[in-house]
């Protein structure tokens, strides 16, 4: 499995789902995994496992069969002070069938070219070494050459994926890299199924079946038509999508949102789309934890401030709550390329002494900001899934969600209106926190609703998956 | 009779300390004191206290030619009394002299001024009041935050009895025009108008270490001669600065102490000007015209206007929110929240929110200590919720005057009222009759001043 994020560093929709999925597939007696995941370097703790290298690349690999090594996680754990999420993955026996892989690599999840280039800035020290040694594999025969060196030789191969370095291309140029670790791994494994999420990890998806040969399962949490908007469409991206879903021999959309996008807009067949929805775990109720300071009710959008996630439709409909009561404050949590246009609309609107920003925040701030909100609202104008309105449902939260998003496929008790109808927002949000009938209703309802929603469900459907593939290839 | 006028300013701001959105509703605490601290204690010795020590000398040694002019704000006094008492001690030294004169200001160093004439001259008062307390100083002459100045706001300080008020030669309003001469308010001419010579300023304030600048190294004789080749129409010379400039903005290294040290002399060899404090100035100078300043200028960046603090979206979000809090913080009378929306108020806050990048970015970064304006201007409002949250609390409690009250007192009045023409009705009473009459128009003027002041107090809730 080419994965993303795993705790303590969760820090989106796409490392929580990739962690509760893995959880729940590990659970049965059939199944191991072999989770491979980018990480920057020096993040890693290094007391916390054995590291086996694979070859002199920066590759670490980490059995995870041994009582011992938990033992050592936990206390490791209890010293730093991680956050409570990590305290369950290490006593859970489950994850001990998982091993685990951490390859030294800049990738990073939800991050566009812009974004990506001020992350190299602000990393610099974590550059990587371009004299470090790198396994490549040319004619058949895994070469050893270092980074430098294959950047050079790579730029004359030809190849589906071989981007010259002219623009802005960064992030592709490591996507690359991590394909050809990938095809490293490959080799030295032992697996029947190769799954990898989201486009970053599709070269290195292609890059394993190439060398062994395996059923590839692509599972798309997003598209390039939901970050970019479809006017804004990055072709080297959409290539790299599509290449993916061809070489792919099924296909998992995390909605029918997605998997129309996939049939419409990347000509895929759609016999070889299966959508799977993902799930949450149920936690339990934090509202005692923590307080709410302010007595007025809480209006929150929980995201990064991006155009996929339609920060301004929740601006404006805040303003429009705001002339009709007083008794309420919004929150826009969270941080993002858009986050100083978003401070400067609402301060020209004059509604900052009641629409708050918090920036970006991390692990238990999430649970607490859930935690006092009293509405939550994703007016996102493309959400392949969300899966942030179940961890708001969960957390006793009334939800509004878009129509254009995945979960409004799956969660029956909430608001959804069109993200571009401000009004209707507005309306939903005043009748939420004015109404306490309603919110009553909806806190209830959809509690109990997200609280059936568990990972095992679509961990079931995907470990089918798995076998009809493996059948056909039998 | 050609005279000098140093000017030095000093302010410090209560900076406020991270304050998230999550502390809202619950810590009470603004100020990042230890901040605060740091920040005067390492100015006080790097630049207040030996600057002192240098003007000190100087006027011992050239007696009644030499003279400054300085203003310290009210937070920056309140500041120097927590952290840095001694520097509040060498001021007074200086004071005791005779040849240091103190102007006005508002306490906080606020943006009032375009706000609230009446409030403005309240705070004008409060500081007044505290540079009498300090250094026993009634201040002659005013300047306004960071030289803010335009036309109405001239005529408000006319009217507070000042005699002359400084603010920026701005290069936009005086064209051609010099100055190095005397102007009056156009709506006062009573009120006359001493403006500083930008150019002699920058080049000590912003270029006296630049070594680009081709006048580098700028020498006492070298800043001396310019001021001496100036024609015998240019009567006053005002050099105006910030105070930091002498030991903080340029390092004790850069040679600006000695600078300072050796400058009054080489002025007394080659010319004959003598250093003057600006109400000398303003009684011994006549005005040549009026100074026409619709619109308000400043001291600050390139442009000499508002942008700096009032230019973007949130910096105007920002102070009106202050402000609504205004007519409410007019009837709570509590100290603690009265030096808070003190504190609030100071025209840093606003300035840490500034977009402004260009030729004056690199001023803006020096003094902001915060990451980017988009910071400042959340931390701000966070902390302005909060405020407007106790604010609101503390208006809700204060009791008016209960209607049922009000109306007994009225009835008593006009009982007693009656009474008084009964007494009136009487025979043989009417020599009597004049003091009953006063009695009765006295009753009247109690009832009114009873009713009025308390109905007023109720319709503006």
Redesign the interface.
Known sequence: MFGWEFPPHISGGLGTACYGLTKALSAFDDIEILFVVPKLYGDEDKSVARLISAGNISIKQYKTNTEKIFGEKTSSVSKNNLSHNFETLITDKLLKKIEFIEIKSKLQPYISHDEYKKFLKEHKHNILDKSKKLYYEKDGIIKEVTLEEYEKTSRIKEGKYNFSGTYGSELLKEVYYYAQVAKVIAAENDFDIIHAHDWLTNAAGIAAKEISGKPLVIHVHATEFDRGGFDRIDSRVFALEKAGMEAADKIITVSNLTKNILIKHYGINPEKIVTVYNAVEPQNNLKKKYKKNVKEKLVTFLGRITYQKGPAYFINAAYKVLQKTDNVRFVMAGSGDMFHEMIRYAAKLGITDKFHFTGFLKGEEVNKMFAISDVYVMPSVSEPFGISPLEAARSNVPVIISKQSGVAEVLKNAVKTDYWDEDALADAIYGIITYKGLSEMFKKQSKKEVDEMKWDKPAKEIKEIYYTLLNKQN | MRHICLYFQIHQPFRLKRY???????EQHYFDDLENRLHMQRIAYNNYLPANAVLLDLIKKHKDKFKVNFSISGTALEQMELYAPEVIESFKALADTGNVEFLAETYAHSLISLYDKEEFKKQVKEHVAAIKKHFGQTPEVFRNTELIYDNLTGKSVAEMGFKAMITEGAKHILGWKSPNVLYYNVLNPELKLILKNYKLSDDIAFRFSDKSWDAYPLTAEKYASWIAGADEHQEIINIFTDYETFGEHQKAETGILDFLKAFPEEIFKQSDFTFATLSEVAEKHEPVAGMNVPYAISWADEERDLTAWLG???Q???F??LY?LSDKMSFIKRHDLQIIWRHLQTSDHFYYMSTKILSDGSVHDYFNPYP?P??A??NY??V??DF??RVNEAYENIIPAEPEEILQKIKDYERKIKNLYAELQKPKMIERAKPVFAAIEKTKQETKAVILPKNKKRTRK
């Open positions: 998230r959105f999550f502390d809202i509703g619950e973007n979206e949130m105007k979000e920002a009106n929110k609504s980017s988009y910071d201007f959340i409002m966070n302005l919720s407007t949250l």
